[in-house]
C-alpha cells in the first residue's frame, strides 16, 4: 500500500475541478448583474432586480454546491430544473402546490394565466411598466431560464461560447421596449461579463499559471468596437420602442389599436391631434376605423379589398341607410398636429375627401379611409360627411333581418365567459325590439354604478379589450372607454345584433364662434375615444355612447326623442370639462384579474408538466443512489482509510441487483460470494484486495495509511458485479434502488449462492 508520503504527490483533481465550478458560477453571476443592468428601465422600483438577481444566483449558486458534492455535471440541471419549479411553486403557486413546492396541474394553470395577462400588460404598458404581479412572474421566470440555460452551456455541456445565444436573447428586450434603445454601456458591460465566462472556463480547464495579459487585451478591443458600433455605425443607432409618455399620438400601427388608445389616455399630459372647423352646428365625432374583427383577444380592421381614393370622388353608398332616413350634408376641414395614423380622422360617413397628399383608399363596407404608404401626419383636408338623423320610431321598425355582409359581425369565439351573455339577457328582459335592447344595455351601463377610469383596469390587471377582460370589467364596473364600447359591442352579438366597435376622437373644445360659424375646435390626445356601433336593417350602422361621463348620448335614444334630432354630436369640450364629468375612481378596489377560459394551448401545457413533474419524481431514488456512490468514491480518495465504505457501497450494489446481503454476514463469507460471481474478470482479483484491506484495518496495528487503490479496486468490482448482471437488472438497480431503503427491510431479494 502507498505511504503517506504518496499522498503528497497525487494531484487533487477533484480539488481542482470544484475551484472550477466556483470560478465559473461567479463569472456567470456577473454576467447576470450585468444583463439586469441592461433591464433597468423597463419595470418601475428596484424589487423586480432583487427578484431577478437573487434568483438567477440561488440556482447557480445550487449547481455549483452540487458538483462540488460529486453530483454527476450532467445530472445538475435536472436538479435546477426541479429547483426553478419549486421557486415558481413557492413564489406564484398560490397555495396550489404539494407542500408548497411542488407544482400540481392546478400550478401550471395558473403560471398560464400569469403568463396571457403578462402578454397582454406588455402591450398595455409603456416603459417604466408598473411591478405587476405578471411582471415579477416574468422576471422570476426568466432569471431560472437564464441561470439554467447558463448553468447548462458553460457548466454541464461544456460550450460557454453559447451562452451569447442567452445574452443576446436578453439583450433583444431593451433594445425593443425602451425608448432608447439600448444603452452602450450595458452592452459593453454585457460583452465584458461574456469575456470573463470565457476566460474563467479555459482556466477551469488548464492548471497552468495563468497569462491573463493577452486576453485582457483582445476583450479590451472588443468592448471597446461594440461601444462604438452600437453608438456610431449606421443601423445600430439607439431607436428602441416609441414611447408613450411624449412625443405624437400613434393609432392604428399595431394589431391592437384599442390599446394603442387607453396608452394615450394616460399620458401625463394632453398632446394636440388635430384641429378642424365645420359647417356642422355643433362639434362632431371624429371617426377614424371600424373594428368589426373580434378574435377573443383584440378587436381588429378586417383587412379587405378597397378602392383607391381620388380628390373629390363619391365615396360610398352607406350601407345599408334607408332613403327614409334624414340626412344633413355638412363639410369639415381638418389639420393634423401630432398625431400619427394610417386611418384618416373625419366625421362619419365620409362621402368625399379633398386636399390629401400620398395615396389613400377607402372601404365600401365601412367607409373606412387608409394610407397606402401615406400617414396623416402634416395633412390638411376637407371632408364631406352626413349626419343621420333616424328617428326612435324608424330604429324601433328596423332589424330583424341581418344582410349577409353584416352576419360576420355577429361573430363570437368558443368559449366566451358565461357572465357577458348573462349580463346582456339580464339588462335586455323587459325589451322587446332590438331598438329597445340596444336603448336598455346602453343604459345598463349609466344607471348601475359603473364609473369612468383610466387607472382602475391598470391597477388591477384587466386592461384591454379581450373576453375575459370584458368579463371583468363587468363585475368591477370600472373601466374607460375602450371596456364600455366592447362590453357593449359584445353583449349585442350575444342578442343577436351585428355590432363593431368605432375608434376616434371626441368633437374636442371649441374657441366660441357664433351658432352658424362655431369657430375652430381642438382636439387632443384626452379626445380619444372609442364607442359602440350596432346595425338596423334600413336604417345602417348607428352609433351609441354607453361610456359614463364622456361624450354624449345620442338623441334618438332618449326618451320623448325629437324626429329631427341629431345623430351623435357633443358641446362637451376635451380639457378640463370632460374630466368633470367623471365619476371618481372607486375606493378600496382590489384584487386581479381571474380568468375562467382556457387557452388552447393551456391543456397541452399543463400536460408537460405534469409529464414533467412525474419524470423528475421517479428519477430522486435513482439521482441519490447515485450521489451516495460519487460521495463514498470521494471519500476513498481524499481521506485516510475508509476500507468499510467499500463494503457498504459493496453491500448496497449487490442489493439493488437483486442479492440478499444480510449485516450479520462475515465480509469474508460476502467477498466469496462476489468472487464466484465475478470470476475471470479484474474484479476477481480485486475484490480480494479490498478484503485484506478491511481485515488489515480491523486486525492490524493502527497506523495511517492511504488506501490510495480503493477506489479503483472497488469501482473494477461494481463494474463487473454490473456487467454479469444483465442489461435488464442493471436498469432495475439504476430506477428502483432498494439500498435506500433501511437493511432490515422486508423485499424480494433473494441469497445468491456461489454458484
Not at 347 to 367: C, E, H
Not at 641 to 654: N, S, Y
Not at 669 to 687: L, S
Not at 707 to 734: F, N, W
Amino acid at each position: 500500500m502507498a505511504t503517506e508520503s504518496l499522498a503528497l504527490a497525487v494531484p487533487r483533481v477533484g480539488a481542482r475541478r470544484r475551484v472550477g465550478y466556483w470560478r465559473l458560477t461567479g463569472a456567470m453571476i456577473l454576467q447576470v448583474l450585468a444583463l439586469s443592468y441592461a433591464l433597468v428601465g423597463l419595470i418601475q422600483g428596484f424589487g423586480w432586480w432583487f427578484a431577478l438577481v437573487g434568483t438567477a444566483a440561488l440556482v447557480l449558486v445550487t449547481g455549483a454546491g452540487l458538483r462540488s458534492l460529486g453530483v454527476p455535471r450532467g445530472v445538475v440541471p435536472v436538479l435546477l430544473l426541479a429547483e426553478s419549479a419549486a421557486i415558481m411553486t413557492a413564489a406564484f403557486g398560490r397555495g396550489t402546490g404539494l407542500l408548497g413546492l411542488i407544482p400540481t396541474p392546478a400550478t401550471v394553470a395558473g403560471w398560464g394565466q400569469y403568463l396571457q395577462q403578462a402578454m397582454l400588460s406588455i402591450y398595455q404598458q409603456g416603459t417604466p411598466a408598473e411591478a405587476l404581479p405578471e411582471f415579477l412572474f416574468l422576471v422570476v421566470g426568466g432569471g431560472c431560464l437564464l441561470a439554467l440555460m447558463l448553468d447548462t452551456l458553460a457548466v454541464a455541456v461544456r460550450t460557454p461560447a453559447f451562452t451569447a445565444l442567452a445574452v443576446g436573447a436578453v439583450l433583444v428586450v431593451p433594445g425593443a421596449l425602451l425608448g432608447d434603445g439600448l444603452d452602450p454601456f450595458a452592452l459593453a458591460a454585457s460583452a465584458a461579463a461574456y469575456l470573463w465566462l470565457l476566460r474563467s472556463d479555459v482556466r477551469t480547464r488548464r492548471s497552468a499559471t495563468p497569462r491573463p495579459g493577452a486576453a485582457l487585451s483582445v476583450g479590451a478591443s472588443a468592448i471597446a468596437v461594440a461601444v462604438v458600433l452600437a453608438g456610431t455605425a449606421p443601423g445600430f443607432e439607439q431607436g428602441g420602442a416609441t414611447s408613450f409618455t411624449a412625443g405624437g399620438i400613434s393609432i392604428g400601427g399595431t394589431v391592437t389599436p384599442l390599446v394603442d388608445l387607453g396608452k394615450d389616455l394616460r399620458r401625463p399630459a394632453a398632446v394636440r391631434a388635430l384641429t378642424y372647423t365645420t359647417s356642422a352646428a355643433n362639434g362632431q365625432y371624429l371617426k377614424l376605423a371600424s373594428l368589426d374583427q373580434f378574435t377573443g383577444s383584440v378587436w381588429k380592421h378586417r383587412e379587405r379589398d378597397t378602392n383607391r381614393l381620388t380628390d373629390g370622388a363619391t365615396i360610398g353608398p352607406v350601407a345599408g341607410l334607408s332613403k327614409t332616413v334624414k340626412t344633413t350634408k355638412i363639410s369639415t376641414t381638418i389639420e393634423i398636429d401630432q398625431m400619427t395614423s394610417r386611418w384618416l380622422p373625419a366625421p362619419a360617413p365620409v362621402q368625399s375627401v379633398k386636399g390629401l397628399n400620398g395615396t389613400w383608399s377607402w372601404d365600401p363596407d365601412d367607409l373606412t379611409i387608409g394610407g397606402i404608404n401615406s400617414t396623416t401626419q402634416g395633412q390638411k383636408y376637407t371632408a364631406t360627411s352626413l349626419v343621420l338623423q333616424p328617428t326612435a320610431d324608424q330604429l324601433k321598425a328596423a332589424g330583424g333581418i341581418v344582410p349577409q355582409e353584416a352576419q360576420r359581425d355577429l361573430f363570437l369565439p368558443p368559449r366566451m365567459p358565461p357572465i357577458i351573455e348573462q349580463t346582456a339577457l339580464e339588462a335586455t328582459k323587459d325589451a322587446v325590439t332590438e331598438y329597445d335592447k340596444a336603448v336598455a344595455l346602453q343604459d345598463y351601463f349609466r344607471d348601475n354604478g359603473f364609473v369612468y377610469s383610466t387607472q382602475t383596469p391598470l391597477k388591477q390587471g384587466f386592461d384591454g379589450d379581450g373576453a375575459r377582460v370584458i368579463a371583468r370589467f363587468l363585475e368591477v364596473k370600472s373601466g374607460y372607454c375602450v371596456h364600455y364600447a366592447s362590453a357593449m359591442a359584445l353583449m349585442a352579438r350575444t342578442l343577436g345584433i351585428p355590432s363593431r366597435v368605432a375608434e376616434g376622437y371626441l368633437p374636442g373644445a371649441t374657441s366660441g364662434g357664433t351658432a352658424t360659424n362655431p369657430g375652430q375646435y381642438t382636439v387632443t390626445s384626452d379626445d380619444l375615444h372609442a364607442w359602440p356601433e350596432l346595425y338596423f336593417a334600413g336604417v345602417g350602422w348607428v352609433p351609441f355612447e354607453p361610456t359614463v361621463g364622456r361624450g354624449s348620448v345620442p338623441d334618438y335614444t332618449r326618451p320623448q326623442t325629437d324626429p329631427a334630432a341629431p345623430a351623435p354630436t357633443s358641446t362637451s369640450t376635451s380639457g378640463a370639462a370632460p374630466k368633470a364629468l367623471v365619476p371618481t375612481d372607486p375606493a378600496n378596489q382590489t384584487g386581479s384579474a381571474s380568468f375562467t377560459a382556457q387557452s388552447s394551448a393551456q391543456p397541452l401545457a399543463t400536460g408537460i408538466g405534469v409529464g414533467i413533474l412525474v419524470i423528475a419524481v421517479l428519477l430522486i431514488p435513482a439521482v441519490w443512489r447515485r450521489l451516495r456512490r460519487r460521495r463514498r468514491l470521494r471519500e476513498l480518495n481524499d481521506e485516510w482509510g475508509g476500507a468499510t465504505l467499500v463494503w457498504d457501497e459493496l453491500r448496497d450494489t449487490v442489493r439493488d441487483l437483486g442479492w440478499s446481503a444480510p449485516p450479520t454476514e462475515t465480509p469474508r463469507v460476502f467477498a466469496g460470494r462476489i468472487a464466484v460471481a465475478v470470476a475471470g474478470t479484474p474484479g476477481e482479483d480485486a475484490v480480494k484486495r479490498l478484503l485484506a484491506e478491511l481485515e488489515r484495518d480491523a486486525y492490524g496495528p493502527p497506523t495511517r495509511r492511504w488506501a490510495g487503490g480503493l477506489a479503483d479496486d472497488l469501482t473494477a468490482v461494481v463494474s463487473a458485479l454490473e456487467a454479469q448482471a444483465g442489461a435488464a437488472l442493471r436498469t432495475k438497480a439504476l430506477l428502483i434502488p432498494v439500498s435506500l431503503l433501511p437493511a432490515g427491510w422486508p423485499s424480494a431479494a433473494r441469497p445468491r449462492s456461489a454458484a
